[in-house]
DNA sequence: ACGGCTTCGTGTCATTCATACACTGACGCT
DNA sequence: AGCGTCAGTGTATGAATGACACGAAGCCGT
């Protein structure tokens, strides 16, 4: 490929959570753990080598996707790393690759230094959203219950939530449109399933 | 030097931004304006770029920084861009240099188009941040009025406020300290001085 | 068919927080 | 001495928030 060109001076790395139980993120396993990370290409926009990262290293596509903040890079590694962090619901996400796991981001002390100050920052930067942009909808489907997003919301803001008051709050924000189906789930009484509100249909006709 | 290598691959963008009567932001004047800008050098990091984007400029240094976003380049310009943006008390910025000068950020149509994102992104994180994180105080010197102070929260907020309860606000946060001194001002009573509390230094890296 | 288990879904009251609002105080100037 | 100017203070009202307990609907096992 390229001759003596010093290290690819440009790469993107992403954060790929996801719920299970509990908030977890995408690694790739080996003795040192790693994030998905790409070099980017010519002509390549910074986005696009984020999903590239995590299409190449999981085959992953179409997840959310934001910038998180641009680091200077290691020593030894890439000059600069733009870190992204991207949110997907885990039934979307079908991982049959040797090498690529989940883990715990609290406990994710085999990372390499970097790629754990972007995995923490990007804890940090979900629990600060929350309040006030819909990322708690990036984890569920299209329809979901309440109890599903009150879920969301505790784990990702890592505190109980009283039922009643969650849901007057999420009326009140008026981001959720009723549908008419229910979800029978177990041996107990179905939800009812919301879908978030298109933002701004505007004027028709 | 080197023979066909492309142009510089990183550079970082600063819109630095004071309060006179309003808020301006630091240009650099030609047929089409600029931001401050510097192509990164080997071994230097991106902050330390952006403080160099700006004493080369302007002959500025020591101000409050911070990343804001880091854009692809446009076609004809750097590969990407990492914008910050600065923040600094007026009366500390002696600008005697030609070519450079104050702009006030709602009408900065003749910036580059990138630059003007970065401006009117700049503003919109202000605002943002505004609220949670003492950004404001960095506009004014070491201890300031509460008169002063309210101004700032105005001006970036874009909205007038009532003068009790912003005091009320401001005692309640405490972050603030009073000070015994005064300021005379002019022919009228003189207002008290505070500071802003010294916040524990609480973990760094 | 009945009782038991599990999750879904709902309202009220108390407290806190945000908003609106008007006058006196200190100083300098004339 | 009076005026202009900005500094500084408290209260009353409505809004938002937090705490809190029970019936409803479905399934299962007996």
Same mark, same amino acid.
Request: proline share 5%; aromatic share 8%; hydrophobic share 40%.
């Given at each position: ?36 990370? *790409? =070099?980017?290409?010519?002509? @390549? ?5 984020? %999903?590239?990262?995590? #299409?190449? +290293?999981?085959?992953? !596509? ?45 406990? *994710? =002390?085999?990372?390499?230094? @970097? ?5 923490? %920052?990007?804890?940090? #930067?979900? +629990?600060?959203?929350? !309040? ?62 919301? #879908? ?10």
């Amino acid at each position: 490929m390229n001759d003596t060109k010093p290290l690819p001076p440009i790469s993107a790395a992403v954060a790929l959570f996801t719920i299970r139980e509990q908030l977890e993120f995408l690694r790739l396993e080996g003795e040192r753990s790693r994030l998905p990370t *790409a =070099s980017i290409d010519e002509g @390549e926009t910074l986005e696009a080598c984020a %999903r590239r990262a995590l #299409r190449e +290293a999981a085959g992953i !596509e179409d997840v959310f996707l934001e910038q998180l903040y641009t680091f200077d890079g290691d020593r030894d590694g890439p000059r600069v790393v733009v870190a992204y962090y991207a949110l997907a619901p885990c039934d979307r996400l079908q991982i049959r690759r040797p090498g690529v796991g989940w883990a715990d981001p609290a406990h *994710a =002390s085999d990372l390499a230094r @970097e790629d754990r100050v972007i995995v923490q %920052r990007a804890c940090e #930067r979900l +629990a600060g959203k929350l !309040e006030y942009a819909p990322i708690a909808y990036q984890f569920l489907a299209d329809r979901f219950t309440l109890g599903e997003l009150q879920t969301v919301y505790e784990i990702i803001g890592r505190q109980e939530l009283d039922k009643r008051n969650f849901r007057r709050r999420m009326r009140a924000s008026s981001c959720l449109v009723e549908t008419r189906d229910l979800r029978r789930n177990g041996s107990h009484r179905p939800a009812r399933l919301y #879908r978030l509100r298109d933002t701004q249909p505007a004027f028709a006709g």
